[in-house]
DNA sequence: AATGCGGGGGT
DNA sequence: ACCCCAGCATT
């Protein structure tokens, strides 16, 4: 590094150091977990948003506190209860490690968040981000986070072009973070950096004559603030054929299942299925399925539905068939649990989202005729 | 270091 | 049709 790149660089950090947080003072947003900021509800909203937007966010945290009040409260929940709450939200597994989180600090830590950066970290579900998030938002310790939009306004700030995706370059960047920080404000030098990233240094068309940094913005300044940050490029994503039936016995009640914990969507329920197998018939998928899953031998009748659906990794048509079952009564052989529901009950069971398409449906038709 | 994990909104 | 988002766990 020259001296000249040093220099500017210490021009950029002290840019930061002296502006940002005077912006965001003046213009953050008023979320609701900036209000009354206790370490679990900042612990809420931190998972909750991992991954996922503030918009899509906010009516779920209302819910949720709503629902569990307190750590001692997630602490007890049912498992339906605990994912009827996040239905939807995707990442399921976030909403079981804050349940496990909860039963560890009520276990070793008499019921009190941990204040200790390493405690926080060592709870089930908190990585680097959370816990730097948790130290310095909740507890005001002097700990800088990196998240997405940390990295990217960094990355612009300083014409950073190594490859995010790299573990050195975080490294970099978690040094740069450090440096920005300043010591007794770093919850706010933190909101203000990612705030700054998500309502000003947007990803696709950053709005920069509004951006209170782009007089010393190393990538505005050359023109293309959004060569940053660089990353690799992605590959595209598989496609799977899905079969699921509905089977609904003389009372009216339908055969839903429970996914397994340790599974993708896990603890939550579905109507019963599988992957299609290569050069398989979409009728023979849902029989075996269900004849592995639950022991039972069906035939398969009409279809009722197909569902679209994109997860980050793959994507799905989910073909939905009426069945009547011939042979055997259900046993879990394949899946957590199993339940004759009425239709009307199946709003009480957490589905994803591809399945809550077809209790809608179910929904609907109730209102006409089965079959 | 690379991969798996949901869902939604923006462009 | 992408792109990416207040990341973490597992391998």
């Given at each position: ?14 840019a930061?150091?002296?502006?940002l ?17 206790t ?9 909750m ?67 200790n ?16 998030a ?16 940390v990295?990217r ?37 933190n ?8 309502t ?62 340790e ?39 009409d ?5 679209r ?18 042979k055997?009564?259900p ?41």
């Amino acid at each position: 590094m020259g001296a000249p790149l040093d220099q500017a660089k210490r021009r950029v950090q002290r840019a930061i150091k002296r502006r940002l947080i005077p912006w965001f003072l003046t213009h953050q947003r008023d979320l609701p977990w900036r209000r009354n900021r206790t370490p679990y509800r900042v612990w809420i909203a931190e998972s909750m948003l991992t991954q996922t937007r503030v918009d899509q966010v906010i009516p779920y945290y209302r819910r949720f506190l709503r629902a569990f009040p307190s750590i001692r409260r997630l602490a007890g929940a049912s498992s339906d209860a605990l994912m009827k709450q996040w239905e939807g939200l995707g990442y399921y597994s976030r909403a079981r490690n804050l349940r496990a989180a909860a039963q560890i600090i009520v276990a070793e830590h008499g019921g009190r968040f941990p204040r200790n950066y390493e405690a926080i970290r060592a709870l089930p579900g908190v990585g680097p981000y959370m816990a730097a998030a948790i130290a310095s938002l909740a507890f005001g310790q002097n700990y800088a986070v990196l998240d997405g939009n940390v990295i990217r306004v960094l990355t612009r700030l300083f014409a950073y072009d190594g490859d995010t995706s790299k573990g050195a370059t975080r490294r970099v960047l978690q040094s740069v973070a450090d440096d920005v920080l300043i010591p007794g404000q770093a919850g706010e030098g933190n909101e203000a950096l990612m705030e700054l990233g998500a309502t000003v240094c947007l990803p696709r068309n950053p709005l920069c004559a509004h951006c209170p940094m782009a007089s010393v913005c190393a990538g505005y300044q050359a023109g293309e603030p959004t060569a940053y940050p660089r990353r690799s490029p992605k590959k595209k994503v598989p496609h799977k054929e899905v079969g699921a039936g509905v089977i609904v016995n003389r009372k009216g009640q339908v055969l839903i299942a429970q996914r397994r914990a340790e599974a993708m969507l896990g603890g939550l329920w579905e109507f019963p299925g599988g992957t299609c197998e290569a050069g398989e018939a979409m009728p023979d998928c849902v029989a075996r399925e269900l004849r592995e899953e639950l022991g039972i031998g069906v035939e398969i009748g009409d279809r009722l539905m197909v569902v679209r659906h994109a997860y980050s990794h793959f994507t799905i048509a989910l073909h939905v068939y009426w069945c009547r079952i011939r042979k055997g009564r259900p046993r879990p052989i394949e899946c957590a649990d199993y339940r004759w529901c009425t239709i009307a009950d199946l709003r009480q069971y957490p589905f994803s989202r591809a399945d809550l398409h077809v209790v809608d449906k179910l929904m609907m038709a109730r209102h006409v005729q089965l079959q």
